[in-house]
């Protein structure tokens, strides 16, 4: 796959006057300049040293948009063709940096402040509290340990996925109906999820499953003993998440040359052969794609805890994210709660990076 | 030939391993399909269904219970109910646009800047500082691994100061954000599968490269554009955590209102049920009619 070459070459001669260059980084300038006496303004009147200024801050933004967009012009109008190019690029990018770069850059001032909302102090930078607080504070690490059982779980989900996505590549009837049906789980929003299943299917008196177990002579328990409400909160974020690596891993086997499979049957391979020798090795790119996005959205996950056991009990179904949703919705801790969620963004970045890498490594020799 | 040896011992047995091998096969498919029918099922028809129904667990609907509209009236969306003023349905119906208006319009775009971001991608060579065209794919892709929790706290302090908070155009900026890198992802991969020459021809011809993009390109690159818009419409109706964090009255979202019943209504399964449905039926009938290009969607970018 080629991503750097100049693929689509255009050669312009173009002529842009010095007048029109000027025009252009003026109205770049100009309106940066705007922008910035604003927000200066805005500070000012915010501290109370002046009178004159806006009820929030949103004329500031408009006068950002209005820099964003005078900086897209400019690119036409200094650069002419090439400019037009950029212009490709440069909205998406603009609007990346501006809602991902600079709050990265508040939240990491925010997380070294003990910033209660319900304090009326506003931020206070306290150091290094917040990182010896973490240190100590037992429930994260315990959320960082439950988040690794999540990630390991992803290995079941991947081989159920790769089973059904064999199911529905065989010769059958009915193939569209099937794939419709075990794509449904997916569509389903993780809230009403955790009602339909966690909240009512399981429930311990009147639900269906609990009912089937009591008849078996079973006591029913899904969320009061730690190890099987964590079990249940992987099965329900398996149910809805399995048909996303599924239909990846489909599109993989679709995509398989038919060939070498006829000739490894014409070579009078079993079907357990055919899939250990040929499919599975000619599928490994396609698996570890599947398995890779699927990881980062499970360290993603909280929606289901949040709503099924708001990580009780005693936080054995904590995710990192949820319990750093209960630290700012029950206790308002702003500051903390931030600097939790940066380490764990650190975490997360050195941990996807080390499978990207291993994984790249391992791709190169096959086995 | 064949009538001669079918009753032959060996393909007597490879008969039976074929249909031992076909029964296995469906009845696999046929256990799959109910675990994941049976929720969907179970959760339309406790809809209709009243306290002792609740109670006894009773599951077949006119066979062992029958069907009430108690639950649905509860959202204010029975048949006798539908021609009064019911505040609940309303409040139902305020929340269920903001989760239209809210996922359409930042599907909308995310498939905008993310189709062109992609294109340019896919077709120029850039260099911002050290940042070459590989770096900012990475770039754009890498915001695929960033938590929401990360973002949550510093924009809830952002819209608070820029009075954004609970409005819908701050949702809206949001899941933009966080449904472009797939959009990126799945277009860039759309793009390379169109052969350059359609653009050199086009070029020759004398339209401008945005020319070539807007009338050539964008017509082939169509069906793959709606596979992104539909991922990302289900990806944003069903997003919880900001919504949760960033709304209050205004601009919630359906599954915001779902969550926030969970809790009080106790043994009210119906209403629970109804509203549930309610919220999960537009998506089902998505998938219903639009699978073929959410399965593109999913599929692009698995296989080069």
Redesign the interface.
């Known amino acids: ?1 080629n ?6 070459h ?1 050669v312009t001669t173009d002529n842009i006057s010095d007048s029109r260059k000027r025009l252009g980084k003026l109205m770049v300038w100009g309106t940066a300049l705007f922008c910035v006496m604003l927000a200066l303004q805005q500070t000012i009147y915010q501290s109370g040293r002046a009178s004159i200024g806006f ?4 004329p ?2 408009y006068a950002y948009m209005l820099w964003a967009t005078a900086l897209c012009a400019a690119q036409v109008i200094v650069n002419g ?1 090439k400019g ?6 440069l ?3 603009l ?2 940096i501006s ?2 770069v600079f ?2 850059l ?2 990491l001032y ?1 997380s070294f402040t003990d910033w209660n909302l319900a304090s009326p102090k506003g931020p206070q930078p306290n150091g290094w509290d917040n990182l010896v607080q973490m240190w100590n504070d037992s429930f994260y690490w315990n959320a960082l340990t439950n988040m690794v059982y999540y990630v390991l779980a992803v290995s079941v989900e991947y081989v159920i996925a790769f ?2 996505a064999l ?2 590549n ?1 010769q ?1 009837s009915a193939r ?1 109906f ?20 966690g ?3 399981l429930e311990v008196r ?1 639900g ?1 499953i609990s ?1 089937i177990i009591r008849d078996l002579g079973g006591e029913p328990t899904f969320f009061g003993n730690p190890e099987i409400a964590r079990f249940m909160i992987m099965a329900m974020d398996a ?1 809805t998440f399995i048909p ?1 690596m599924m ?6 086997l679709q ?1 398989l040359p038919s060939e070498v499979l006829e000739a490894s049957k014409v070579d009078g391979a079993s079907g357990w052969q055919s899939f250990k020798e040929i499919i599975f090795p000619l599928m490994l ?2 698996s570890v ?2 398995v890779v ?1 699927r990881i ?1 959205f499970k ?2 996950l ?2 289901i805890i ?2 099924v056991t708001s990580g009780g009990p005693g936080g054995a179904t904590d995710s ?2 949820s319990f ?2 209960r630290e ?1 919705r029950d206790r308002s801790n ?1 500051g903390y ?2 600097l939790l ?2 380490v ?2 650190v975490l ?2 050195i941990f ?1 990076t080390l499978l990207l890498k291993l994984v790249s490594r391992w791709m190169e020799r096959p086995a | 030939m064949n009538a001669i040896f079918k009753d032959h011992e060996v393909s007597l047995r490879v008969q039976t391993k074929w249909w031992t091998n076909r029964i296995a096969i469906y009845a696999t498919l046929l256990i799959w399909a109910a675990i994941c029918l049976f929720p969907i099922f179970w959760t339309i028809t406790t809809s209709f269904k009243l306290a002792p129904d609740v109670m006894k667990g009773n599951l077949i609907p006119w066979w062992d219970f029958t069907p009430r509209w108690k639950g649905w009236e509860s959202i204010g969306l029975s048949p006798r109910l539908i021609g009064e003023v019911s505040t609940v349905r309303e409040e139902f119906f305020k929340r269920f646009w903001n989760s239209t208006v809210v996922s359409i319009s930042a599907s909308l775009l995310a498939v905008i800047l993310g189709s062109l971001a992609a294109y340019g991608l896919s077709r120029f060579s850039y260099r911002f500082g050290f940042m070459k065209n590989s770096d900012i794919s990475f770039f754009f892709l890498s915001q695929m691994i960033l938590p929401p929790v990360v973002l949550a706290l510093p924009f809830l302090v952002l819209y608070k100061s820029l009075g954004l908070l609970d409005s819908r155009i701050g949702l809206i900026l949001l899941y933009t954000l966080m449904v472009l890198p797939i959009v990126i992802w799945i277009m860039r991969d759309q793009f390379q599968g169109i052969p350059i020459e359609l653009e050199e021809a086009a070029l020759v011809d004398g339209l401008g490269i945005w020319g070539a993009f807007l009338q050539i390109v964008m017509p082939i690159a169509l069906p793959g554009m709606v596979a992104a818009f539909i991922l990302s419409l289900v990806l944003c109706w069903n997003e919880y955590f900001f919504a949760a964090l960033l709304t209050s009255t205004n601009a919630t979202t359906l599954p915001v209102m779902v969550a926030s019943q969970t809790g009080s209504q106790g043994i009210n399964w119906w209403s629970m049920a109804a509203l549930s449905s309610a919220a999960i039926l537009p998506l089902v009938i998505v998938a219903i009619v639009l699978e073929k290009y959410i399965i593109k969607g999913m599929a692009a970018g698995a296989v080069k």
Do not use: Q
């Open positions: 796959m991503t750097d070459g100049d693929l689509l255009t009820e929030t801050w949103r500031i933004l063709e037009k190019r950029t212009l490709f690029v909205p998406a990018a609007f990346v809602l991902v709050p990265l508040f939240a925010i089973g059904l199911l529905l065989a059958i569209k099937f794939r419709i049906v075990f794509l449904l789980p997916l569509m389903l929003s993780p809230v009403a999820v955790s009602w339909m299943i909240k009512s299917m009147f269906p009912r149910w996303f239909i990846m891993l489909l599109a993989g995509a790119p396609v794609t599947a996005i980062i360290l993603k909280a929606d949040i709503n990192v994210t750093i949703f700012y702003v709660g931030t969620a940066m764990y963004l997360i970045v996807v």
